[in-house]
């Protein structure tokens, strides 16, 4: 095993045994915020006048109101962080990648507050801010591209709600906008083919789709999308009142399924997406021609298929009881709602699973004259016109929804009385007015406008909370999904309603709220102790300084690629799959490696997500597992993460590529390399007595590998692997200070 000089083993041990994230130890807000204030209106506050000795600290009103706390404490804001500290954060916040050692050195030349706001616009232009942003949505919804349980099938369409979502974040379309395509598309924006995809946020629950008992199946997943509606939008837990009234919070059980209600009529579908209506026409004309050309072909391929066909399916069929079998044989107009619901899962395990799986089920005579009649297709029309992705979509299955039962302690067995859609009795005790279209109930495009209202404090304080998470590590309420009384009280009642306001007052523009918090004083403050500071609050639940932050796993993995210079920047399209680690191929056998390197190196969040196997580095990096929903990843520092970062063989790999890159950039000169090398992966340039270190390194590594490399340049460039393999796993690299 090579061996690596003292700073990996320094930076190793940092990973592994220090803290990341405060401990938010302070005493409690003001003792007359009650325990249901987030269910209380929106306050209105002004940004408070702040004592004359913090006034300079005041860039935009969040100074205010932080400044007015800690001035109460004796405290202040750290001093601003160094201009190199600063771009290294913001890139990484606003794109999740590092800045570049040119874009470093020009703004450490001008690092002045006009400097640094053209700065941040640059960055939140740039393509990649849509890519960083989505990553958190992505995980609130438990976007994942396949169905989990035991079969874990591919979702193959289930890419384009990724895509929808990065390109809405990087139009910075309005949060209302946002909120209502994703629960309602079909039925507020008809026609709109990006607002039909976004519906799928309400297809990304954990799905077992050869499932027997179909009605329970249903509750489960109609239990998911209210589950993960009522946390992800409303900040709620409002799943701990689907067995009774809630614990805690002011949120009976009939509240409970009032929400639920409002999915009642679910309906998915699966449908072509066209990039607009000439691609439409063009692919259907060419459709036509290939199916007119080779007709009398298919139909003999019918006839081959056709005892198959009836084999498996009758077959499948005997796997369900004579009440749910029957209805294969009902028209729509013959059925309840709730019937036609069931029988759109029956049909999709008796009916389309045999026609996708026939030709491999077929005897050999038949598979051949099967394959021979394919070819003879293609000589008479050439290739079948490839059919467009197909969209995850939620839509109704008709203008009235099946009733919804309160269930008794939950359970779909003992269905209580019924109950029309409403709101949270806590803040609106109205059942919804719903109007019909002619084809979906209206009642999620209900709930989407109720949740959007201007006024409306869950929404907005929930994603005002959220972005504040995301550039100080910790929400000014600690749990995001959780801002009831059994989550954190809020450190700054008076700015988070401010904020949840300031949001509507932008139009609900993202991008605005971004802007304004990272370029806060709050923001830009170092993140160095203070000991007087951390005596009154231990924890920084009042932000005396900024929070240094560990990278997630796909942000580590996205560094070293840009680092390496082997980052593949192309954007959308399906999933990746990169090479996994040796020991895992034996079992990841449903994980065909893209055999273009390029594809590999694609950025994380395009990397295939699939549930019953989380990319390695990525799951040890605390990734969650896409079963729920998750609005704050855990942060654990372990052996294997830096054991991974030491002997994986890509990781390994990644250390000779940024070798090859610094020693092409730089020369042979040990001083340059290590120059280049530390500017790279740290964004700054080296201090003397580290750039001593690492030169004095080199020198000795490379006497220490001429026994096993004689070659003098070899020797030496294993050497320049092993200082940058080094430099990837320091504490530095892995952090955002």
Known sequence: MRRLFRVAAVGLLGLMFAHHGPLRAIDPPSSELSDDWVYEGLRDPKPPVVPANLANRVRNPIDAFLLAELGKKGLSFRPDAAPATLIRRITFDLTGLPPTPEEVAAFVTDPSDAAYEKLVDRLMASPHYGERMAQSWLDLVRFAETDGFKQDDPRPGAWLYRDYVIQSFQNDKPYDRFIQEQLAGDEMFPGDSQAAIATGMNRHYPDEYNAVNLEQRRIEILTDITDTVGSAVMGLTIGCARCHDHKFDPI?????????????????????????????????????????????????????????????????????????????????????????????????????????????????????????????????????????????????????????????????????????????????????????????????????????QPDQPLTTRTIVNRLWQHHFGVGIVGTPNDLGVQGDRPTHVELLDWLARELVRQKWSLKAMHRMMVLSSAYRQASTHDAKSAEVDSGNALLWRQNRQRLDGESIRDAILAVTGKLNRAQGGPGVFPEVPADLKAIAKDWPVSKNEADRNRRSVYVFVKRNLRYPLFSLFDAPDRTETCGRRFVTTSAPQALMLLNDRLILQHAKDLASRVLTESGNEPSGIVDRAVRLCYSRAPMAEESHELQTFLKEQSVRLAATFPDAKVAFREAVVDLCHALLNTNEFLTID
Do not use: C
């Open 252 to 452: 009976l059980q009939s509240d409970y399924f009032r929400i639920q209600a409002f999915f009642a009529g679910w309906g998915p579908v699966d449908q072509p997406v066209f990039r607009n209506a000439d691609e439409k026409t063009a692919y259907e004309k060419r459709l036509q021609e290939w199916n007119s050309r080779t007709a009398s072909l298919q139909a003999k391929q019918a006839e081959l298929e056709k005892p198959y066909l009836k084999s498996a399916g009758a077959k499948s069929r005997q796997r369900f009881d004579a009440e749910y079998a029957k209805l294969l044989d009902l028209e729509p107009n013959q059925m309840t709602p709730l019937q036609i619901q069931i029988r759109s899962m029956i049909r999709n395990q008796v009916v389309n699973q045999p026609k996708a799986n026939v030709p491999g089920t077929m005897k050999a005579p038949d598979k051949e004259a099967w394959t021979k009649l394919q070819q003879e297709m293609e000589a008479v029309a050439g290739p079948k016109p490839a059919a467009p992705p197909k969209g995850m979509m939620l839509t109704d299955v008709g203008p009235v929804a099946p009733v919804t039962h309160i269930l008794r302690r939950g359970n779909w067995q003992t269905p209580g009385k019924v109950i029309e859609p409403g709101f949270l009795s806590a803040i609106d005790d109205r059942t919804a007015d719903i109007t019909p279209t002619a084809t979906t109930t209206g009642r999620r495009k209900a709930l989407a406008l109720w949740l959007t």
